[in-house]
């Protein structure tokens, strides 16, 4: 996994401070898409969402390490290509969803 090399180059205070925030939000985003495989549609739905929200507050600590300067601006980059590109899939997968969803009478 791309984070945790560079998790290992973190000075130990921060990687034990915001860089286990990162990781422990990595592993809730992982453990939520998993979840939401398995649910029925209607609740797969509304895991999908906080999927997408702990995605969020991943971004932003990410961000924070950044403007930390606890990670170089090329990683913080490239991070942020793939965080983006798994925010566009857990969004299609969440509107793939809602079109399959029967119309509110």
């Known amino acids: 996994m791309f984070w945790l090399a560079l998790h290992r180059?973190?000075?130990?205070?921060?990687?034990?401070?915001i860089g286990n925030?990162?990781?422990q939000n990595?592993?809730?985003v992982l453990e939520l898409t998993f979840q939401s495989a398995y649910l029925p549609l209607e609740p797969k739905i509304v895991s999908i969402a906080k999927t997408?929200?702990?995605m969020d507050?991943?971004?932003f600590f990410i961000q924070l390490a950044w403007e930390s300067k606890l990670l170089p601006t090329e990683k913080y980059s490239e991070l942020t290509l793939k965080l983006?590109?798994?925010g566009r899939m857990l969004g299609g997968w969440k509107k793939g969803l809602e079109t399959k969803l029967p119309p509110n009478k």
């Open 52 to 54: 997408i929200s702990r």
């Open 84 to 86: 983006g590109e798994i």
């Open 21 to 23: 925030k990162i990781e």
């Open 26 to 28: 990595f592993l809730a």
């Open 57 to 59: 507050v991943l971004k």
């Open 9 to 17: 180059n973190l000075p130990k205070v921060e990687r034990l401070g």
